[in-house]
């Protein structure tokens, strides 16, 4: 036999080898997982202590931020190549990069969270140009700007004080139930604050340039009393 004939069939059986072991360890790894669990295909990502969130980059996928006490932050794998953070004093800086959508279509999205968030104290959340989903943080103090083309949601909220600064065309809504003793309120350029679902006692308003308030008659009459 000659020996390049040897020397090809030695090199088949090589490559059959290989696509075998592979394939047995990928079909190993995959029964490893548990489909039934809702974090299948998320990866969690360690950080320093921190109270502040500085999120920045793409609408995308939305970034859910949650509030629980056992704190984590988890990653989807597919984007994981697109999330870089670091702690520097007592603030994590995240940078969510990727596409961008509409405004329109990002109130709208079926996407899923391409970062979720556990944390459970918070005294300030920055954001820039992201889809944010804030929900369930109760009985503290919370200072929330936003800026560029950001869209954010606040979901079943119950705070002391909220400190909401709005710039560019930033925009926010308030969804299902949420309460707030003192709401202090800076927008200016084009941002867009819908205040239907929120119920505050005192309301103090800081309003310029060409904003715009969605607002039900009776946070207008409330709005109007204060």
Do not use: W
Not at 52 to 59: Q, R
Not at 148 to 162: A, F, K, Q, R, V
């Amino acid at each position: 036999m000659k020996t390049s004939t040897i020397f090809i069939i030695v090199l088949s059986l090589v490559i059959i080898t290989v696509m075998y072991i592979t394939n047995v360890s990928l079909k190993n790894e995959y029964h490893k997982i548990d489909l039934s669990d809702t974090f299948k295909n998320y990866v969690s990502v360690k950080s320093d202590s921190y109270s502040v969130l500085d999120i920045s980059g793409s609408n995308g996928y939305p970034i859910e931020i949650i509030q629980n006490k056992n704190n984590d932050i988890k990653v989807l794998r597919t984007r994981l190549e697109h999330f870089k953070s670091n702690v520097k004093n007592d603030t994590l800086f995240i940078r969510f990069t990727g596409s961008n959508i509409s405004m329109s279509q990002s109130f709208l999205t079926t996407t899923p969270s391409g970062i979720i968030i556990y944390k459970n104290n918070l005294s300030s959340i920055h954001i820039t140009n992201t889809h944010n989903r804030i929900s369930g943080y109760q009985h503290q103090d919370l200072n929330l700007s936003l800026k560029g083309y950001s869209h954010t949601e606040l979901i079943n909220t119950d705070l002391n004080t909220l400190a909401l600064t709005m710039e560019n065309q930033s925009q926010i809504e308030f969804l299902n139930e949420n309460k707030v003793d003192s709401l202090s309120l800076k927008m200016t350029n084009e941002s867009v604050a819908n205040l239907e679902k929120i119920d505050f006692n005192k309301i103090h308003p800081v309003l310029s340039d060409s904003i715009t308030l969605v607002l039900s008659k009776d946070v207008f009459q409330r709005i109007l009393k204060n």
